[in-house]
């Protein structure tokens, strides 16, 4: 058996970034399916506020992410592969059970299983956009336009809303996978304390063998890859 | 826990000050510039310029009103040809309307769906007319002593124009004291204006239903522009006029969009704090959210079934009156229903209307005759969501002919065929539409009608505005027959949100039943290893 080294996966902003993403998803939902009239919870003009403060605290930090992404080079964390992607697929249906091995091993530069990647990319390139979009025009265009939008001519919010509708459920349908996924890491919590943590025991392995599909490691990431021995863990 | 610290720490930092001021940004503190500055300029009550008392021309003993309209015009020399051109005389306005053309239309030939219409009842109708003598069609438009200046000018509350008169005021002892209406002349009062249009229709708030004898002593619940305890406005404060044409449009006899009177002369067009108040007004009148209720000291009348008319009982005819008074049964006029505290019903309106006219073809394949029709729909931009009382009843018309019917109701004698003193129907058809004169089957039937006034007087405090949810909820809210358009809260796609829903439901069962065999194997495995 291979050993296992406590590694920093998570920077400080990549679990600022998650946390608040995964707190404003909660609250968009919870208000926006308020204002879906689903239940009564706020009162219709508090869930809108709400929402309306909330989408904009979306909408900042997502520049903040997109900004970090592109100068840590983190954004290479996405770029899909099909190497070991049926394999992981297979890990979740069938290996899971057998406490079969996770087909792809999590390093520095590949935290993200295939799979992972695939959806996570899904998310940034087209949940959340077509989300933020439709949100932008829910909360601004107005028909009929005067002079200023007047190029986009959409004379009925229904298609707006139906799009906005359509993506809160599939991003609440993601969250529901995701928090039952992240209980099959090493042990259930650990992928949870490493989002809350940034510390995670990954298996220690040759550079080498990493994937080469991640695209070039940083170079101050692989020079310096802050990595601890586990005895000087304090846990 | 060094480990812990940190990102507690972090948190605590970082997370929950930007959660605090997320939830918890407060709106600015509202900015009353704007509303300070109209209680400043309408706090100050107008004073008039001159004194009518020291005028030597009102210093006698008037008997025949036709010479008090001759005392104003002789110093107010323009003023008699203004008012032969204003529709408070000849009861008319010229106007375009779309298939139609250039119209000449008002209460002098309109019908409406309470007493009909004036035709062939002009000596009592007239009562409301700002002229004298206007009995019959020979009446003289273009004589300017024919003008009743004290009606709306009267500053004493005494003046009142005699029932079945045609416009004259009694004369003599008992009438009104000439001479002291004269020499106080001077704005018009609300109580002024109300005397008709409060009163039309035969009775306080009978039409309107946001105009009534409430208003003058109500407060700012009532209206919040015309209450005692506030600002105590007149109706001329806003329905200002210029060359005696007044501002203001009422869409039960009016058809274009022009010389209309809009809370945003005076409010702007974005009054409130809030920006989502804000870009509702781009497609909702603020009628429709500041008046939720009209009727609110008395009732008014929402139906009105002419079909039930001339029943006697024991050979006589016969009234009932409901708990509070209100005539709901009357030999002459038929069934009413009366209500107080109305939601208005809405629709959306773009300032034209068209009116049904004596002479069009009743449509028998529509339930429902619409009296008169209010313009507009969601993807027209100059439309607005409006705030309308709809009075619903039913009326004659010409079987045959299909045509609406004008009855005689009003007569000074009986015997020549005046529905309200002789109770018959045929007679009175056949008078009232020989006088305009139209041609009559001699068949009549009844007909539902429709008639849709909106509402705009009643304003109630803003604290009492209509609320979110009283539109953005799912079922019988506000504007659910409004249905032209999407709103959030109200609609939503039934496919789309059970496809959601199911996608929920699957992505749950497929996390549960994973986690249950993933249990269930681990257990096995333990097993086996111990083994």
């Known amino acids: 058996m291979s050993t296992h080294k406590k590694v920093y996966v998570y920077k400080g902003f990549e679990r600022f970034w998650h946390w608040n993403q995964a707190l404003l998803i909660f609250v968009l939902a919870f208000t926006g399916f308020e204002i879906h009239s689903s239940y009564d919870f706020f009162g219709f003009e508090t869930a809108v506020k709400i929402h309306n403060y909330a989408a904009w605290g979306f909408i900042i930090l997502i520049v903040f992410a997109i900004f970090w992404h592109f100068t840590t080079g983190e954004w290479k964390q996405y770029i899909p592969t099909t190497k070991n992607l049926k394999a992981q697929a297979e890990f979740y249906l069938f290996g899971i059970f057998r406490n079969a091995p996770h087909p792809a091993k999590k390093t520095l530069i590949s935290k993200l299983n295939p799979l992972q990647r695939l959806v996570y990319l899904g998310l940034k390139v087209l949940f959340i ?37 359509a993506g809160a459920f599939m991003l609440l349908a993601f969250v529901l996978v995701h928090l039952y996924l992240i209980t099959t890491g090493h042990t259930i919590t650990s992928n949870l304390k490493a989002m809350i943590t940034g510390w995670e025991e990954l298996e220690e392995e040759d550079q080498k063998d990493q994937d080469k599909t991640a695209g070039k490691p940083e170079n101050e990431l692989v020079k310096n890859p802050k990595i601890l021995p586990e005895d000087e863990s304090e846990e | 826990m060094k480990s812990y610290t940190k990102p507690i720490t972090f948190f605590l930092a970082i997370v929950a000050p930007l959660l605090i001021v997320t939830l918890v940004l407060r709106e600015p503190e509202p900015d009353h510039k704007l509303l300070n500055g109209l209680r400043a300029k309408y706090a100050v009550k107008r004073k008039p310029g001159v004194d009518h008392s020291k005028f030597e021309i009102l210093q006698k003993d008037f008997t025949n009103p036709h010479e008090i309209t001759a005392a104003c015009l002789s110093c107010h020399t323009e003023r008699g040809e203004e008012l032969m051109h204003s529709a408070h005389f000849t009861w008319e306005r010229e106007a375009y309307i779309p298939g139609r053309g250039i119209t000449y239309l008002g209460k002098k030939n309109l019908i409406n769906n309470f007493c009909t219409g004036v035709q062939s009842n002009e000596g009592s109708c007239m009562k409301c007319h700002a002229g004298y003598g206007w009995s019959d069609k020979t009446f003289d438009f273009s004589n300017p002593y024919n003008i009743d200046c004290i009606v709306c000018h009267d500053n004493t509350g005494t003046y009142e124009k005699a029932s079945g008169a045609a416009g004259y005021p009694k004369t003599g002892p008992g009438g009104p004291d000439f001479k002291a209406i004269v020499t106080s002349v001077g704005q018009p009062k609300s109580a002024n204006c109300g005397t008709c249009h409060f009163g039309g229709g035969g009775g306080n708030n009978v039409k309107h239903g946001d105009l009534e004898l409430g208003l003058l002593t109500g407060g700012r619940d009532v209206d919040v522009h015309m209450g005692v305890d506030g600002l105590n406005m007149n109706c001329v404060d806003c329905h200002t006029a210029e060359n005696h044409k007044m501002k203001g449009r009422y869409y039960a006899v009016s058809s274009s969009n022009t010389q209309r009177l809009n809370c945003e002369d005076c409010h702007t067009a974005f009054p409130h704090q809030k920006s989502i108040l804000n870009e509702h007004s781009i497609k909702v009148a603020c009628q429709t959210c500041h008046i939720p209720v009209y009727a609110k000291v008395n009732a008014t009348k929402m139906y009105w079934d002419w079909a039930t008319a001339t029943r006697k009982k024991d050979g006589k005819e016969y009234e009932l009156l409901d708990k509070e008074g209100n005539v709901v049964y009357t030999s002459i006029k038929g069934d009413f229903v009366w209500e107080k505290m109305v939601k208005p019903e809405y629709f959306w309106f773009n300032g034209t209307a068209d009116h049904h006219l004596l002479t069009d073809k009743v449509d028998t394949t529509q339930n429902i005759l619409r009296i008169n029709t209010l313009f507009g729909e969601y993807r027209d931009r100059n439309s607005k969501i409006i705030p309308v009382k709809v009075h619903r009843g039913r009326q004659p018309y010409d079987a045959e002919n299909l045509t609406i019917i004008q009855a005689k109701l009003w007569d000074k004698d009986k015997g020549k065929g005046a529905l309200w003193l002789d109770l018959d129907w045929e007679r009175s058809i056949e008078e009232g539409m020989a006088y305009i004169p139209l041609p009559y089957s001699g068949k009549h039937s009844f007909i539902k009608t429709e008639m849709f006034m909106p509402v705009n007087h009643m304003v109630s405090p803003a604290s009492e505005a209509v609320t979110c949810r009283e539109c953005h909820t799912r079922d019988n809210g506000r504007l659910a027959a409004l249905t032209d358009f999407y709103m959030p809260g109200r609609d939503r796609n ?10 929920l439901i699957l992505s749950f069962a497929g996390v549960l039943v994973h986690s249950v065999i993933r249990a269930l194997s681990s257990r096995k495995q333990k097993t086996i290893q111990s083994h």
Request: aromatic share 8%; charged share 15%; net charge negative.
């Open chain 1, 129 to 165: 956009p077509v989300m933020v979009v439709s949100g932008l025009l829910f909360m601004f265009y107005r028909y009929p336009q005067g002079d200023s939008i007047a190029i986009i001519n959409i004379d009925n919010l229904e298609i707006i809303a139906l799009i906005h509708t």
């Open chain 2, 494 to 503: 039934r496919t789309l949100d059970l496809a959601g829903q199911l996608l």
